[in-house]
């Protein structure tokens, strides 16, 4: 059974930093592309980043470059979303997701319910 699951999310002021971590399980981790997204009160969820975790490219959707970094641990089966510089708009549940053959930019850019999911966490940048 696919398992991901999502750490690391709360409360944080405007410019500060943040770490997420989606702890995974269930399935062959090198086959699969590994990504976080967010969803916003009253908005539909979004791309932020994608890794593969077989070749270890990435994609960062323009609101996330400069600001996140994506990363894998294939020992621990471990995707980590590093947030610097927050601002209020980031602001979301954020969650894990997995989908295998694919790639970053592809995952990123469109989702569908039937890609594995986490429950997600809750990020909140106050001003």
């Known amino acids: 059974e696919v398992q991901l699951v999502e750490s690391g999310g709360g409360l944080v002021q405007a410019g500060g930093s943040m770490r997420l971590s989606c702890r995974t399980s269930?399935?062959?981790?090198?086959?699969?592309?590994i990504g976080w997204f967010r969803q916003g009160p009253g908005k539909e969820r979004e791309g932020v980043s994608c890794i593969s975790n077989s070749d270890s490219s990435t994609y960062y959707t323009d609101s996330a470059k400069g600001r996140f970094t994506i990363s894998s641990d294939n020992a621990e089966n471990t995707v980590t979303l590093q947030m610097n510089n927050l601002n209020p708009g980031d602001s979301a549940v954020y969650y894990c997701?997995?989908?295998?053959?694919?790639?970053?930019?592809?995952?990123?850019?469109?989702?569908?319910?039937?890609?594995?999911w986490g429950k997600g966490t809750l990020v909140t940048v106050s001003s």
């Open positions: 997701g997995a989908r295998p053959f694919s790639d970053p930019e592809s995952f990123c850019s469109v989702s569908y319910t039937m890609d594995h």
């Open positions: 269930g399935f062959t981790y090198e086959r699969y592309v």
